[in-house]
């Protein structure tokens, strides 16, 4: 019977995906086989009992293992499943990681690039996200350190003599605590007041959330709950605001307070007087709390329809009168709110005009007090130490007698002269008129002297030299004493001539 009994492939052949091979059917055996049969894995192949030699086309890397049976007159030999060495490109490529690992945040992970291939790999490329890592080495496996929920995912490339093969993105699995935790509700549910709604508490975490804490308010109203949702019934717009806190084996992460967006009218509307503008007065309908939002605005004067008037604020037109009763109404989808009346006057911006002028005329008043009363301060302070300095002046002229006149020009009374001189002054004041005192003109005193023993009268001339003075250093007090002076010299003569 046939022996050593094989499937012969083309010797020096590459047998690349889709192209076609011939197998043959080899034995020994005596005498020579007269039938062949062919199997294809386990599955026999019709065809004619001569044929010893078959074409497989479309050779792919999934081809199965060919066999044949050599069959002659003394028995059959069986050839062993052969496998046609197709060469393809890497194929199934995958990023791996390690297997029964938790990747926690900041721990370090190895990615390793596996596929199948004919030849295996001699060459990988590394991508994170979709920026290619600039390796040294083109290896296999690289270490990705210090991961986190952020962390980008991975992808590989493998490369042999017959092409290349490209993994999809591999994210990194990294466990943490819930994070953007939030509290939602369905958008396609209308909220009215006095209805019910469904808070969803949701997050990012890895692994999920196994434990959920509702809050309103400040205050706990579920505690460790394994439900996700939350109803709320006969809800308003006075209804407090809600929070969760989601759990698992990670930490905890919790969501910040959301309010009920319940529809509500306008609430809260009053008129309200803004400064005036230069050419014009402003009047603001304001109000308090609106969901949804205000639309826009009905302004009234003495109860009836400004028409054109829809916006937030009025503006009063000073040309115009302005005066009367005026109030808004806010508008919104919910419902709509009027203020009440407020009574506007056109004193109110003169009054307010007028004011600004009578503060404005105080302060300039007030200034110009101020500045006179100081003006004063100086000049009284400038005439008392003028005047002082006068008062030292005239004692000064006191002690000298001499000083504001010139000597007495005498002619044959010397000794009379000198009685005069060292005579006592009186203290008589009398002053005279700046009229009567002369600042240029010598005074000439004549009183009677005995000459040669006879009685005829002669005169001797005395010759009074005044200097000039200004009218408020004159001395008063020098000139009467002069007058006193000249009094005694007539008097002494007189008693020279008895």
């Given at each position: 019977?046939?022996?050593?009994?094989?499937?012969?492939?083309?010797?020096?052949?590459?047998?690349?995906?889709?192209?076609?091979?011939?197998?043959?059917?080899?034995?020994?055996?005596?005498?020579?086989?007269?039938?062949?049969?062919?199997?294809?894995?386990?599955?026999?192949?019709?065809?004619?009992?001569?044929?010893?030699?078959?074409?497989?086309?479309?050779?792919?890397?999934?081809?199965?293992?060919?066999?044949?049976?050599?069959?002659?007159?003394?028995?059959?030999?069986?050839?062993?499943?052969?496998?046609?060495?197709?060469?393809?490109?890497?194929?199934?490529?995958?990023?791996?990681?390690?297997?029964?690992?938790?990747?926690?945040?900041?721990?370090?992970?190895?990615?390793?690039?596996?596929?199948?291939?004919?030849?295996?790999?001699?060459?990988?490329?590394?991508?994170?996200?979709?920026?290619?890592?600039?390796?040294?080495?083109?290896?296999?496996?690289?270490?990705?350190?210090?991961?986190?929920?952020?962390?980008?995912?991975?992808?590989?490339?493998?490369?042999?003599?017959?092409?290349?093969?490209?993994?999809?993105?591999?994210?990194?699995?990294?466990?943490?605590?819930?994070?953007?935790?939030?509290?939602?509700?369905?958008?396609?549910?209308?909220?009215?007041?006095?209805?019910?709604?469904?808070?969803?508490?949701?997050?990012?975490?890895?692994?999920?959330?196994?434990?959920?804490?509702?809050?309103?308010?400040?205050?706990?109203?579920?505690?460790?709950?394994?439900?996700?949702?939350?109803?709320?019934?006969?809800?308003?717009?006075?209804?407090?605001?809600?929070?969760?806190?989601?759990?698992?084996?990670?930490?905890?992460?919790?969501?910040?307070?959301?309010?009920?967006?319940?529809p509500y009218a306008v609430t809260g509307v009053?008129?309200?007087?803004?400064?005036?503008?230069?050419?014009?007065?402003?009047?603001?309908?304001?109000?308090?709390?609106?969901?949804?939002?205000?639309?826009?605005?009905?302004?009234?004067?003495?109860?009836?329809?400004?028409?054109?008037?829809?916006?937030?604020?009025?503006?009063?037109?000073?040309?115009?009168?302005?005066?009367?009763?005026?109030?808004?109404?806010?508008?919104?989808?919910?419902?709509?709110?009027?203020?009440?009346?407020?009574?506007?006057?056109?004193?109110?911006?003169?009054?307010?005009?007028?004011?600004?002028?009578?503060?404005?005329?105080?302060?300039?008043?007030?200034?110009?007090?101020?500045?006179?009363?100081?003006?004063?301060?100086?000049?009284?302070?400038?005439?008392?130490?003028?005047?002082?300095?006068?008062?030292?002046?005239?004692?000064?002229?006191?002690?000298?007698?001499?000083?504001?006149?010139?000597?007495?020009?005498?002619?044959?009374?010397?000794?009379?002269?000198?009685?005069?001189?060292?005579?006592?002054?009186?203290?008589?004041?009398?002053?005279?008129?700046?009229?009567?005192?002369?600042?240029?003109?010598?005074?000439?005193?004549?009183?009677?002297?005995?000459?040669?023993?006879?009685?005829?009268?002669?005169?001797?001339?005395?010759?009074?030299?005044?200097?000039?003075?200004?009218?408020?250093?004159?001395?008063?007090?020098?000139?009467?004493?002069?007058?006193?002076?000249?009094?005694?010299?007539l008097k002494e003569n007189n008693k020279g001539?008895?």
């Amino acid at each position: 019977a046939p022996k050593d009994v094989t499937v012969n492939l083309p010797k020096n052949e590459e047998f690349l995906e889709g192209s076609d091979v011939t197998l043959t059917c080899s034995c020994r055996s005596n005498p020579p086989p007269h039938t062949y049969e062919w199997y294809r894995g386990n599955n026999k192949i019709n065809l004619r009992p001569e044929v010893q030699r078959i074409v497989v086309r479309n050779l792919n890397k999934d081809t199965e293992p060919y066999s044949c049976v050599a069959i002659n007159t003394v028995g059959r030999g069986e050839s062993p499943p052969t496998p046609i060495p197709v060469k393809y490109a890497p194929k199934d490529v995958t990023v791996s990681l390690p297997k029964n690992e938790k990747f926690l945040e900041g721990s370090d992970v190895i990615l390793t690039c596996s596929s199948r291939s004919n030849p295996p790999p001699h060459r990988y490329e590394w991508y994170r996200g979709n920026s290619k890592i600039n390796l040294r080495l083109e290896v296999q496996s690289i270490k990705v350190q210090n991961v986190n929920k952020d962390t980008h995912p991975y992808s590989c490339v493998a490369i042999n003599t017959v092409g290349r093969g490209e993994s999809p993105l591999t994210p990194i699995p990294v466990q943490y605590a819930p994070k953007d935790v939030m509290v939602s509700f369905s958008k396609n549910e209308e909220l009215l007041e006095g209805s019910d709604v469904i808070l969803t508490c949701s997050s990012r975490s890895n692994p999920p959330p196994h434990r959920y804490e509702w809050y309103r308010g400040n205050s706990k109203i579920k505690l460790n709950s394994q439900e996700q949702n939350l109803r709320v019934q006969n809800i308003s717009k006075d209804t407090e605001r809600f929070s969760c806190v989601a759990i698992n084996i990670r930490g905890r992460g919790e969501s910040p307070l959301i309010e009920m967006p319940v529809p509500y009218a306008v609430t809260g509307v009053q008129v309200v007087v803004l400064h005036p503008t230069e050419g014009a007065t402003e009047l603001k309908c304001n109000f308090v709390r609106s969901n949804p939002s205000v639309t826009h605005y009905t302004w009234m004067k003495d109860g009836k329809i400004l028409l054109n008037k829809t916006e937030q604020i009025l503006v009063l037109d000073n040309s115009e009168d302005k005066s009367g009763m005026y109030s808004c109404i806010a508008h919104s989808t919910a419902g709509s709110s009027t203020s009440a009346e407020l009574e506007f006057k056109d004193s109110y911006t003169n009054e307010d005009s007028t004011g600004n002028w009578k503060y404005s005329f105080i302060l300039i008043l007030i200034l110009g007090i101020l500045a006179g009363v100081l003006f004063l301060i100086v000049i009284v302070h400038f005439v008392t130490r003028t005047k002082a300095s006068q008062t030292s002046s005239r004692s000064e002229n006191s002690q000298q007698p001499d000083a504001p006149y010139t000597d007495l020009v005498k002619t044959e009374v010397s000794s009379d002269y000198d009685t005069i001189k060292n005579a006592t002054r009186r203290t008589t004041s009398t002053e005279l008129s700046p009229g009567q005192r002369s600042t240029h003109t010598p005074q000439h005193v004549a009183f009677p002297t005995p000459a040669n023993g006879d009685n005829d009268t002669h005169r001797h001339n005395v010759e009074l030299h005044a200097t000039h003075h200004s009218p408020f250093n004159l001395p008063l007090k020098e000139e009467s004493c002069l007058q006193i002076i000249i009094m005694k010299i007539l008097k002494e003569n007189n008693k020279g001539n008895s």
